[in-house]
């Protein structure tokens, strides 16, 4: 059984900066893409950053102020926020593809999700 579990949001100020860690845990075979999206109330999911094999890729509303990274053991993966904004406000949630040990392929795994609330 693999499990993500998303901690670090929170309210904070406009211009302020939070980071989101998100733990994979559990018989792990492999880990490979992972993401972070946000959704507000009423919206569909919005890809914010994705990570593969070292390589980065951001949406255009947060290019220059987010940075995705992982640790070196690919078990926990990071959304630094920088030059926080009021319309960042959303739940965040990772998404981590993971071949589970004993498993020939791989699937999708969702966090809870983390509320990030931007406002003074």
């Known amino acids: 059984q693999v499990h993500l579990v998303e901690s670090g949001g929170g309210l904070v100020q406009p211009g302020g900066s939070l980071r989101l860690s998100c733990v994979v845990s559990g018989d792990i075979g492999s880990i490979n893409t992972g993401n972070w999206y946000r959704q507000v109330p009423g919206s569909q999911h919005e890809l914010v950053a994705t990570i593969r094999s070292g390589s980065t890729n951001y949406a255009d509303s947060v290019k220059g102020r987010f940075t995705i990274s992982r640790d070196n053991t690919e078990r926990t993966m990071y959304l630094q926020m920088n030059s926080l904004r009021p319309e960042d406000t959303a739940v965040y949630l990772c998404?981590?593809?993971?071949?589970?040990?004993?498993?020939?392929?791989?699937?999708?795994?969702w966090g809870q999700g983390t509320q990030v609330t931007v406002s003074s």
């Open positions: 998404n981590v593809n993971v071949r589970p040990n004993g498993w020939f392929v791989s699937r999708d795994y």
